[in-house]
T-cell receptor, first 113, second 117 residues
Framework: GESVGLHLPTLSVQEGDNSIINCAYS??????FIWYKQESGKGPQFIID?????DKRQGQRVTVLLNKTVKHLSLQIAATQPGDSAVYFC????????????FGSGTQLTVLP | GAVVSQHPSRVICKSGTSVKIECRSL??????MFWYRQFPKQSLMLMAT?????????EQGVEKDKFLINHASLTLSTLTVTSAHPEDSSFYIC?????????????FGAGTRLSVL
């Protein structure tokens, strides 16, 4: 079936650098996307969302970019900090429907001192 | 953001006993809640969708008689692992959907680490 996947299972960045985490989705009907952060032993934490009528959305130190043409989603973290070390999941769904989120496989981000 | 409370955070039980996990939405009403299972280094696997006032919808391969779900109110869903066995040991996470403002964000509980001896 259709699924959401990630290009890189692990990513290591130096503290202070910018991080980019990528995600590819295959369900062209999806119109709502969310990025979650999961620290070890904890539940996923909402970071930022974006609707398909937008290409870019910014939050605090984070930016999500959506390219509907190639069905690609990315999360950019500015000035990465040690506390950003976690697994990041993208998720997609069809808003207004009862369909649950479909999660990608996750990317482990490690921030090096 | 909205808060979802999950309890207990960790439970150790003997094989054959039942364990109940509670999931509460603290500042919004959730007509729909979800239960996930997560193995180490893997993504979340949806087990079932819990609908307030009606029967839960289970994903393929999930035994409904083993994983009992009750969603009796708009803020509470429970998952009971009946006659638990070591293979049921896992990290269970609940989620509640907040439809406030036309959005459909799923907020997650902190998870429950179940260890069956």
């Amino acid at each position: 079936g259709e699924s959401v996947g990630l290009h890189l299972p692990t990513l290591s960045v130096q503290e202070g650098d910018n991080s980019i985490i990528n995600c590819a989705y295959s369900n062209s009907a999806s119109d709502y996307f969310i990025w979650y952060k999961q620290e070890s032993g904890k539940g996923p934490q909402f970071i930022i969302d974006i609707r398909s009528n937008m290409d870019k959305r910014q939050g605090q130190r984070v930016t999500v970019l959506l390219n509907k043409t190639v069905k690609h989603l990315s999360l950019q973290i500015a000035a990465t900090q040690p506390g950003d070390s976690a697994v990041y999941f993208c998720a997609e769904t069809l808003s207004g429907s009862a369909r649950q989120l479909t999660f990608g496989s996750g990317t482990q981000l490690t921030v090096l001192p | 953001g909205a808060v979802v409370s999950q309890h207990p955070s960790r439970v150790i039980c003997k094989s054959g006993t039942s364990v109940k996990i509670e999931c509460r939405s603290l500042d919004f009403q959730a007509t729909t809640m979800f239960w996930y299972r997560q193995f180490p280094k893997q993504s979340l696997m949806l087990m079932a969708t819990s609908n307030e006032g009606s029967k839960a919808t289970y994903e393929q391969g999930v035994e409904k008689d083993k994983f009992l779900i009750n969603h009796a109110s708009l803020t509470l869903s429970t998952l009971t692992v009946t006659s638990a066995h070591p293979e049921d040991s896992s990290f269970y996470i609940c989620s509640a959907r907040d439809r406030t403002g036309g959005r459909a964000i799923q907020y997650f509980g902190a998870g429950t680490r179940l260890s069956v001896l």
